[in-house]
């Protein structure tokens, strides 16, 4: 892999091209006319570069250059890399699909996200417990060009199956002489107002020959901010009824919600980079990078809270003709109420990466060449989400979904009520902090020797040694009620109201101003204040102590009962708190390079195979802490025997050891200047994210229970014993065996047709599989925990095709000739197919994770299972559409982004429940209510409309906007039920846009 050394050559190629060639194929100058000179500035040349790129790379590999030093497309590197052609950007948040990522949060290359992420050639990653960096975490601005290949070769760092990002910086050898460049820019977000937030960056490059050789030094500074909005509503999933429309199922939601995020975030960049040359034969370099990313977000959420989905009644209902609710007016007089909570979430996240490189070439003689390269990365994260709620319960809900939008129609006399503090009780809390630590140490050997052969061009071989480790601390989400509904009568004597002055604490009415961009409206809602949520843990004791004033109340009145007071989580140093995975690798590749260059149509390319040993060590624990049933302190116990089990904790070492071959053979035919063929074959691998081979196992016992509230009497229902293991160290490398075959057509700078084939067979995917875990009771009696747990369970394929075109239109008159069409197409299929299948057409169950019929096919909440799903986060066509002009001072662009639907998750948080129907006619439980569910969750397809607007005053001088989301695109999710796909969310993030000025010396 030669493209951080063929950058430059590319770019001298591509301008002597420009000013060599007559302008596009077909468009000949009539004799005796002047032939019009275009000048290439702007994207246009930097299209060139990247064709240019593509055209001579020993691999398959799409490439994207900066305009300008520090100029990339767009605002993201994700959303820079979602312009390649065959790569998806994840609109979700990283691992909440329930939220938007306005920047994005991840990429997949042909429907496939074993992505590997490299920073100049060199592995790079964040502490995310995954592999790859975070790309939204990367400031653009240090960019020059961002690389992806799409087939392995033997040089390659092993670990990339759906392909590998190279990120690229300025060198100070790149340019001729001193360069600098500033840019300063001002983001204004229309959803989220307020004033425009500030941005900039700044590179100083120079290089000098002095005594000792030639110096040359770059330093590139980019800090950025950003304040954006997300407003969203969310239907809840359909419940089957038969007794609301006589003789005829009718499916309804226990209501609509509606929330609103507003994100702030900052990221900083740091690099600096060194080259020392002193004389032909050796040169050195030094990089330093770093970047920084400070996430923060506060949310006012209305979350469903309603445990009694088949009470729910319907007014005035209409119904399509599968029976789905379309509009009515729903209520639960049962239950006086439909409940939900008011919650108020904050959450914050610290990130950094910092990458350190010192690279030396030497040629030893004409023939040899040897590379030594020595890299170090460390990286840290740290989050904490906080979420405090009160709780209401609204007397009805006037709920239309027969439009673009859901529309709630509100009386007087329900804002009225929602605006009461006497209708509000706190609810509860829920804290989550975590933090990781990641670190890489490299080594890398290489040599090259040249032939002067007329076949053989030069054989490349190396050896790699890096170890790797992972320290990650994680407390998980508590929850913990303050008062509930379901506490009252044996607990608590009532809820703690808001308006009762012994439960004063801060409290605010959010309006909900400029809903949607006023396409629609929500009365305001009584939140807890931000300041309760941030206060973690002293405003977390203060409302637990509200609980325990009404509990000593009711223990008072009843004689019998007691409450547990509230133990937050912490982050702690102990061993049974951390898990730990450290990884050594060493590889040795060999390569061969070689050309046909006298047969009528010559074939170069190259044949290699990658050896790799993979050592991996971890450590943790398995735990179980004993439970009780509710309301069990100081009442009888009866119903279901629970086990005695003292609490648990042991430590447990594993090693993992293992090999992998990995040949490549590529090759090119050219069957013209502009005409060339490439058949590519190779094995690849993708090693498990650290986050799967985690050591923790928690064991758990669930208790189903009832109170009797007159008696103080515990019925216990049922004792569930699972557990969750956090990874598999002992799981092995998902591989593949891939061929990709392509046509690429060159018919003049810049202006292409491409197409490419692909397919790949993967073996050993990592699933969720049942194993079982036995602890002894207090006697001695062994009892089995079913722990779902991390497996190389499945094998699976990824095939399809993608097309690109751009070219720009020499042979327009003058005025238009800077006008030019850049376009992609990728269709992308995929299966996977588990070694032991799973499946039930009946779920049964609960919604732990022990049901894997559940987690792995799907249920519905009539109790039937779904199966036959993709793999989660591939669209199965892919668009990218972009105009552009390039003429003169102007530089403009429109772009278009559209992806077909994809699963982005199969019961996830918002898509799954315990309170299913059983409607199987054999279930000896037909008729309950009380069975887990899990849905399909899909990302609806969505298209993105981007613009810029560049205008040069002088050679160094330019002005420009740039805007996101310009027709203020709606982002929809959908469920899949078994009346039909549902629309599940929406989400508004408005149109942005960002004034720029830069300036260049």
Known sequence: ??????????????????????????????????????????????????????????????????????????RSVTEVLQRVVGVTMDRAMQGDPQRFAIEGSAIAIRGLTYVRSELNGRESFSANGGRSLNFEDVPPELMAGVDVYKNPSAEQIEGGISGLVNLRTAMPFDQAGFRGAVSVQATHSRLYGGKAQPSYSLLLSNRWKTGLGEFGALVDLAHSKSNTRTDNFVIDPLYPHDEIEPGRTVWVPKAAMWRSMEYQRERKGKYAAFQWRPNRQLSTSLTYFRSDYEMTWSEAAMLMQHTTPFDIKVANGVYDAAGAFVSGILSDPKAGGINVNPDRQVYDRNSDTTDIAFNAQWRVSPAWTIEADVQRVRANTAGFASDVATGVQLPSQHLDLSGKLPVIHFTDDDRKYLANPANYYWAYTMEHLDRSHGENDALKLDAVHTFDHPVLRDVRFGVRAAERESRTQDTGYHWEGVTQPWMVGWQIPHVARLNDPRFAAPYSVN???????????????????????????????????????????????????????????????????????????????????????????????????????????????????????????????????????????????????????????????????????????????????????????????????????????????????????????????????????????????????????????????????????????????????GVTSPVNGAKGTARGFEIAYQQYFDFLPAWARGLGVQSSFTFVDSKRKLY??????????????????????????????????????????????????????????????????????????????????????????????????????????????????????????????????????????????????????????????????????
Request: neutral net charge.
């Open 511 to 785: 309006s909900y101003p400029n809903f949607f961009l006023g396409d629609a409206t929500v009365p305001g809602v009584i939140f807890p204040d931000t300041s309760l949520a941030r206060g973690f843990p002293g405003t977390y004791q203060k409302l637990h102590d509200f609980h325990q004033i009404l509990c000593e109340e009711q223990r008072i009145a009843q004689g019998w009962g007691g409450c547990a007071p509230w133990q937050g989580k912490s982050l702690t140093d102990k061993p049974e708190d951390t898990n730990l995975v450290t990884e050594k690798t060493k590889s040795f590749y060999t390569q061969l390079r070689f050309g046909f260059d006298q047969w009528r149509f010559p074939v170069d390319g190259s044949l290699g195979v990658r050896y790799v040993k993979t050592d991996l060590k971890a450590s943790g624990y398995t735990v179980f802490t004993p439970s009780v049933p509710s309301g069990s302190d100081g009442g009888p116990v009866t119903g279901v025997p629970i086990p005695d089990i003292p609490a648990y904790a042991a430590h447990q070492n594993y090693e993992n050891s293992y090999s992998k071959l990995l040949p490549t053979l590529n090759l090119r035919l050219k069957a013209s200047d502009k005409l060339q063929f490439r058949l590519a074959l190779g094995r690849a691998m993708a090693r498990p994210d650290f986050s799967k081979m985690q050591g923790r196992t928690t064991l758990t016992q669930n208790i189903t229970s009832t109170t009797d509230a007159e008696t103080g009497v515990v019925r216990v229902t049922n004792v569930d014993l699972s557990g969750t293991a956090s990874g598999n160290p002992m799981l092995r490398p998902t591989t593949a065996n891939q061929i990709d075959v392509t046509a690429e057509y060159y018919f003049a700078p810049g202006n292409s047709i491409t197409l490419a084939v692909f397919n790949k067979r993967l073996k050993d995917i990592v699933v969720d599989q049942m194993s079982t875990y036995n602890l002894p009771d207090a006697s001695g009696k062994m009892h089995a925990f």
């Open 1 to 74: 892999m030669k493209t951080i050394e063929k950058t430059a050559i590319a770019v001298a190629a591509a301008q002597f091209a420009m000013l060599c060639c007559a302008p596009a194929a077909g468009q000949e100058a009539a004799a005796g006319t002047e032939t019009a000179t275009v000048v290439v500035t702007g994207q246009r040349a930097a299209l060139q570069s990247a064709q240019k790129i593509k055209q001579d790379a020993d691999e398959i590999v799409d490439s994207i250059v900066a305009d300008d030093i520090g100029k990339l497309p767009d």
């Open 836 to 1001: 032991n299948p799973v499946f039930s057409a009946w779920c049964q169950g609960s919604d732990s994770v022990s049901n894997l019929n559940m987690y792995i096919n799907g249920c519905d909440t009539d109790a039937r299972s779904f199966g036959n799903l993709p793999l989660t986060g591939l669209s199965r066509r892919t668009v990218n559409l972009a105009l552009m002009f390039d003429q003169g001072p102007v530089s403009a662009r429109l772009a278009y982004n559209w992806r077909s639907r994809s699963l982005q998750g199969l019961s996830v948080y918002g898509a799954r429940g315990f309170d299913a129907k059983d409607t199987n006619p054999a279930s000896s439980t037909f008729g309950a209510t009380n069975l887990g569910w899990g849905l399909p969750l899909w990302s609806a397809g969505y298209g993105q409309l981007d613009g810029s607007f560049f205008y040069k005053l002088t050679d160094n001088l330019s002005l420009g906007i740039e805007a996101q989301n310009l027709t203020n695109t709606i982002f929809k999710q959908e469920v899949t039920q078994h009346v039909g796909q549902q629309r599940h969310a929406w989400f508004v993030t408005g149109p942005r846009y960002t004034a720029q000025m830069r300036y260049s010396f």
